[in-house]
């Protein structure tokens, strides 16, 4: 009995090792085969010897003069820098490795930079936040929402109007999607997701006015070609870094100049890619759950992105909003990396850091909107959040009933193909075996005549 318990005690202490090592992999990858040590070695007492030299540094070089504005500018510059060398010191690295674990434990210090800075902004008020605004950009203060109509003469169609549509905006809305596109690469839930957004702006209309478009502009222009085309594009360029053969040599055994100059380009590329496979006929309940869960906090995400400007005043070509948009870029790669792994990989029974750091910045950058645009919010239509919560379930729904019959039609396709290539083999060998035994019949068949016509011979001679 004491022996049955140890076994079961060093088993449990076992699998929960395995697990941890498991999660270690997963949120913290390692570089293999590191051929230029000097890259990868932490270089600590370095790095602290050139924090502190570059402090001394603006510490000792200002003067008086400088204006209080200034010295807290600086000074919280650097404690951004000194914080983000702490984080490239002891923060994971993350899902990724290219072109080098620093810079993904660089965005990782960037996003709780910017998380801390929500809890920050969340308990102070509307008119402070605004002159926090006013000091970081000086240009706001003059800035002026001009009112604009949206949706009108949506039947006066044209070329001229519809090429006045396609600005950077435009472009960036189809990087948007490529890039969306490489990172989840399923044809599925990127168009539900596509169509889910549109159905957003409809129901959030009464809230953001900008949301109001011509039916050309939605379905033609957004749908079609921004959306299509970036997920065309983005999915052959997954399908293409699928495909390719992944085999890295040292930039040390290169010979040549020009491909040591391609191998360090390279290194800005993955060292692998990995099928993604969200969906299949056999997925449970819970990943369902998980994939509505996932579309869900794509929408929250986006919408942000317009009541965040909407409320806090300032232009869509901004800086503020240039900045936030680069952080939400950079740090949604690791954190759908983290999160499809844990989704499908059984042995993963935790979070990545960086997933649990983006949900929390979407969840407060949401928080925020609500509590300093209660003005905006006080004219919510609850009736249509609901119905959109439903539409956005029944998308869901519609979604994942057509990708289990797509893989079900897929399965039974293959199949039959395995049934009529078994039943094609194996009448295949029975016409060769029957062929076989017709043939050994007639040997058979011509040597017993053989001796029979030999047999008449010699009796014939006998008898002569």
Known sequence: MLFDRKMATKSVRNQAEFEKAHFRDI??????????????KPHTLTLLGVAIATTLYFAFTRTSE??????????????????????????????????????????????????LLLVFILFQSYKDVRKMLFW??????TYDPIEKEYAVNCSD??????????????????GGWALKAMLMRHFGILWTISIMWEITEFFFIHLLPNFAECWWDALVLDVLICNGLGIYVGMKVADWLEIRNYHWDSIKDIKTTSGKIKRAVLQFTPVSWTHVRWLDPESSFMRVIAIFIMMLVTQIAE???????HIFLFPSDHLAGIIRMAIICAVVAPTIRQYYTYVTDPMCKRVGTQLWVFTAITLLEFINCIKHGHDVFAQTVFTNVILWLLVQMGMVLICLYFLWFFFTEQR????????????SSEADYIYSNTISQNTRSASRRRRKNSSTG???MVARYVQD
């Open 412 to 423: 039974k396709k293959r199949a039959n193909a395995t049934a009529v290539e078994s039943d």
């Open 454 to 456: 030999k047999g008449e």
């Open 157 to 174: 169609i044209n070329f001229e109007r519809i090429w006045g549509h396609m600005d950077w905006f435009a472009f960036c809305h189809f």
């Open 66 to 115: 400088h204006s209080s504005e200034q010295n807290v500018s600086t000074g919280l510059c650097c404690v951004v820098f000194f914080f983000l060398i702490i984080g490239l010191l002891t923060f994971p690295n993350g899902p990724f490795t290219r072109p080098h674990p620093a810079i993904w434990r660089v965005v990782f210090g960037i996003s709780v930079m910017y998380m």
């Open 27 to 40: 949120n913290e990858q390692e570089v293999e085969d590191i051929t230029l040590e000097f890259f990868y």
């Open 136 to 141: 970081a950009f000086p240009d706001l203060e």
């Open 303 to 309: 919408l942000n992105t317009f009541f965040l400007k």
